[in-house]
Nanobody
Framework: QVQLVESGGGLVQPGGSLRLSCAAS????????MYWYRQAPGKEREFVAF????????TYADSVQGRFTISRVNTKNSVYLQMNSLKPEDTAVYYC?????????WGQGTQVTVSS
């Protein structure tokens, strides 16, 4: 079965950096696009970044464009989110996602807190 496990979250000061990882299993990772989403307290889950199956096409939410970078290593069945110049408003639980056969599969999430 599809499994996604995020890691790498934590507490960081404004202006700092974090790198999130998502380890995938249970499907042919290299055949599917991957996404990062986030959900802040009291808010709806929102799109953060997308990477195509081959890694060549990437898109970002306007709020993170230029600060976050999504990447993937298909030989490691992993997708990453490098987050730089973090702001307090980036505080959220971050989730990776894949879409297969019309279904969305989510990881359990990893908490990112940006605070001084």
């Amino acid at each position: 079965q599809v499994q996604l496990v995020e890691s790498g979250g934590g507490l960081v000061q404004p202006g700092g950096s974090l790198r999130l990882s998502c380890a995938a299993s249970g499907f042919t990772f290299s055949s599917y696009a991957m996404y990062w989403y986030r959900q802040a307290p009291g808010k709806e889950r929102e799109f953060v970044a997308f990477v195509a199956s081959g890694g060549g096409r990437r898109t970002y939410a306007d709020s993170v464009q230029g600060r976050f970078t999504i990447s993937r290593v298909n030989t490691k069945n992993s997708v990453y989110l490098q987050m730089n110049s973090l702001k307090p408003e980036d505080t959220a639980v971050y989730y990776c996602k894949t879409q297969q056969g019309g279904n969305d599969y989510w990881g359990q999430g990893t908490q990112v807190t940006v605070s001084s």
